[in-house]
């Protein structure tokens, strides 16, 4: 359809199907492939004509984990040299936050927040795109100078922090476990090995849930009693 040439068309092809991790595939059926190599199949076919805009919808959601952050570097690169503006929908925060210059956080058909990744991970607008971005630990909070009074207790909060009823989020790497009788007393309830790190899920008396982030050699066992304290450089007020 565009007129290129059959050795164009052969040496895009093969510069394409290297792109998508498929490189001996060029001779075999569609049908004959696997559900992710299909997926690969049509992001390469979206590709071949050098789009401007290209619209993608959950583009990379059948791919193994070790394919898929592979491509979102390359999709990345590629996309920057190509000058091609893509509008990705997808469900995966990390591929969105990698792959993209802006990220638009939707709710019920409504823009919840949108900004560059890095403001958006740093600062969400509300609980519910907090809560979107996977934290856990978001409360009800009143803030007065830089402190806020939580069901945790007295939290550090940053200066110029929004003053009165706020939420509060704070990060899990601003739970910092202490001796058990320092601190918040907490109970360790559960843990969940992350891959670099393990969240460790934490129960204090009469109040909601902690989410930890420990370092593998340093996690303490479920039934361990520790204590809890908070770095204000990790803790949110929202909104």
Sequence with gaps: MHGASRAEQRRRVAELLELVGLPDAAGRAVAGLS???QQRVALARALAPRPRLLMLDEPLGQL?????ERLVVELRELFGRLGTTVLAVTHDQGEAFALADRVVVMRDGRIAQSGSPLEVWQRPADAFVARFLGFD??????VAGQAADTPWGKLPVPEDSPQGTRTVLVRPAGVRLVAADAGLPCTVAARTFRGTHVAVHLQPQGAPRLEAACALRDA???GTRVGVEFDAAEIVVLG
């Design 64 to 68: 193994d984990r070790s394919l898929r």
């Design 220 to 222: 303490p066992e479920t």
């Design 35 to 37: 559900g992710g190599e």
């Design 137 to 142: 630990n978001v409360v009800e909070a009143a």
